[in-house]
């Protein structure tokens, strides 16, 4: 990620400059973990595809990058947040096909129908509540842990808004996947993929990606994964191509390593 200061904002670039990004100086700051969200998800043309908690916007502008043809609609409680994500709409060139609105999960916004959406996505807050120090910065506070809406109440607001057949993809801390299998109990959710992301060579994987298909009953699979970093901390080819060549990661069990498409330069 590369910036340039602007006030009370940062812009930065992500997929090599194929996403431009205004984000605040201080507070929440999108980092490799949305890009990599949006590089998981595979969706049919013209779906739409709601970015549950959209921050600034860096899911959902990297999907649209990727995936030009879809419809994104995303949802953000913090209005500073959901401002930049509407500038950053039209900065790069989406503001017919992100669509921003401000409002909260919990008492979703008419915008944001039962059942109204083919995927969703989400890069949720990852603390939950009374664990960690709390950041003193209040927006960022919002973005990484879990107050007064826990992780159940994430993935309850997820299984609403999905159609039918419909896909959720997340990303959340690989010591979290617990609580994640728990959330999905009674949600209709099946056919969960768990992808678990390395940072190094002989390190417990950090992250993990995970997808799951509401009225699906196939048992849960844990895939192979995908390293981030070589042992000298540089990237691999991997990862390499997803974060700046807009390249997807495949979620075929043979070989979750390969590359499904890279994007147009």
């Known amino acids: 990620m590369t910036g340039s200061g602007e006030g009370n904002a940062t ?9 431009r990004l205004r984000q605040p100086v201080g507070g929440y700051r999108a980092a490799i973990d949305p890009v990599l969200l949006a590089a ?8 739409r595809v709601l970015d549950l908690g ?8 990297c999907l649209l990058a990727r995936q030009p043809s879809l419809h994104v609609t995303g949802l953000e409680l913090q209005p500073v947040l959901a401002d930049l994500a509407r500038d950053n709409a039209g900065r790069n ?6 669509t921003v609105v401000t409002g909260s999960a919990l008492a979703p916004p008419p915008e944001i129908a039962p059942a109204g959406f083919a995927q969703v996505i989400s890069n949720p807050p990852f ?13 960022k506070a919002l973005a990484h842990i879990e107050d007064g ?23 959340h801390r690989a010591d979290r996947l617990e609580s994640l299998l728990a959330a999905f109990a009674g949600r209709g959710l099946g056919e969960v993929r768990v992808l678990p992301l390395w940072p190094k060579p002989g390190r417990p994987a950090s992250r993990i990606l995970v997808s799951a298909r509401k009225g699906a009953r196939t048992p849960l699979a844990l895939l192979p994964g995908l390293m981030l970093h070589r042992e000298d901390g540089a990237y691999t080819a991997e990862a390499e191509a997803v974060l ?6 495949s979620w075929g ?12 330069k």
């Not at 959209?54 to 502008?61: H, P």
């Open 11 to 19: 812009e930065d670039g992500l997929l090599g400059g194929r996403v």
């Open 40 to 47: 998981a998800v595979t969706a049919a043309p013209g779906e």
């Open 54 to 61: 959209c921050g600034v916007g860096a899911a959902a502008l």
């Open 93 to 98: 060139g989406c503001a017919d096909r992100f």
């Open 127 to 139: 603390v939950a509540a009374g664990r960690g120090t709390r950041p003193p910065d209040g927006s």
């Open 149 to 171: 809406f826990d992780l159940a109440d994430w993935i309850r607001a997820a299984a609403r808004a999905l159609a039918p057949k419909g896909r959720l993809w997340l990303i």
């Open 244 to 249: 700046r060549e807009a390249a997807g990661i």
């Open 253 to 264: 069990e043979a070989s979750v390593r390969g590359i499904l498409r890279r994007g147009a």
